[in-house]
T-cell receptor
Framework: DAGITQSPRHKVTETGTPVTLRCHQT?????MYWYRQDPGHGLRLIHY???????DKGEVSDGYSVSRSKTEDFLLTLESATSSQTSVYFC?????????????FGPGTRLTVT | GDSVTQMEGPVTLSEEAFLTINCTYT??????LFWYVQYPGEGLQLLLK?????DKGSNKGFEATYRKETTSFHLEKGSVQVSDSAVYFC???????????FGKGTRLHILP
């Protein structure tokens, strides 16, 4: 299994508070991604990174920001959480040294905004 | 744009039945194709992949063949088990910007 961890695994927070989710990898993969998964919507890409300090927006980036200061860490921040951001968040990595393009997923973080 | 369409679920089968989950794609080039599986409470796991036309990916008794002429990548298994109950996602990558396009997923229930 790819070495990907996410923290926290579960979080309950109140509307309007800031929240940061962390993704950590031990695979030295170049690309990292944040997705959210909601019933009826499948997986939707929030932001992704193609290297340290290089990030770009996905299809549902409003209300989210990201940072990548080290190869192994990719942070997702909800500046002011809203109830619509209640979801399961998955981190994924890709692009190892052999040029593979499949993505490997972390275990997920279940976030509830009350 | 590039897209993936897979059959809607849920799909309910009895143990030892034959499984097919249909997946078709639209792409302007030559994508790599994947099947992922998600067990309850877990992240997605890569099940199998194929990188060019006529390739067959296989793993854990599951198979899928990359059919360029029908733009399909149907998932099959000859005899399903209760432990195969999960959500299955078809996906493609254009190998260009390293993003993957996922289908909406098909939930599979296997009855003992």
């Amino acid at each position: 299994d790819a070495g990907i961890t996410q923290s926290p695994r579960h979080k309950v927070t109140e509307t309007g508070t800031p929240v940061t989710l962390r993704c950590h990898q031990t695979e030295n993969h170049r690309y990292m991604y944040w997705y959210r998964q909601d019933p009826g919507h499948g997986l939707r890409l929030i932001h992704y990174s193609y290297g340290v300090k290089d990030t770009d927006k996905g299809e549902v980036s409003d209300g989210y920001s990201v940072s990548r200061s080290k190869t192994e860490d990719f942070l997702l921040t909800l500046e002011s959480a809203t109830s619509s951001q209640t979801s399961v968040y998955f981190c994924a990595i890709s692009g190892g040294l052999d040029g593979t393009y499949e993505q490997y997923f972390g275990p997920g973080t279940r976030l509830t905004v009350t | 744009g590039d897209s993936v369409t897979q059959m809607e679920g849920p799909v309910t089968l009895s143990e030892e039945a034959f499984l097919t989950i249909n997946c078709t794609y639209t792409a302007t080039g030559y994508p790599s194709l994947f099947w992922y599986v998600q067990y309850p409470g877990e992240g997605l796991q890569l099940l199998l992949k194929a990188t060019k036309a006529d390739d067959k990916g296989s793993n854990k008794g599951f198979e899928a063949t990359y059919r360029k002429e029908t733009t399909s990548f149907h998932l099959e298994k000859g005899s399903v088990q209760v432990s195969d109950s999960a959500v299955y996602f078809c996906a493609l990558s254009m190998n260009r910007d390293d993003k993957i396009i996922f289908g909406k997923g098909t939930r599979l229930h296997i009855l003992p």
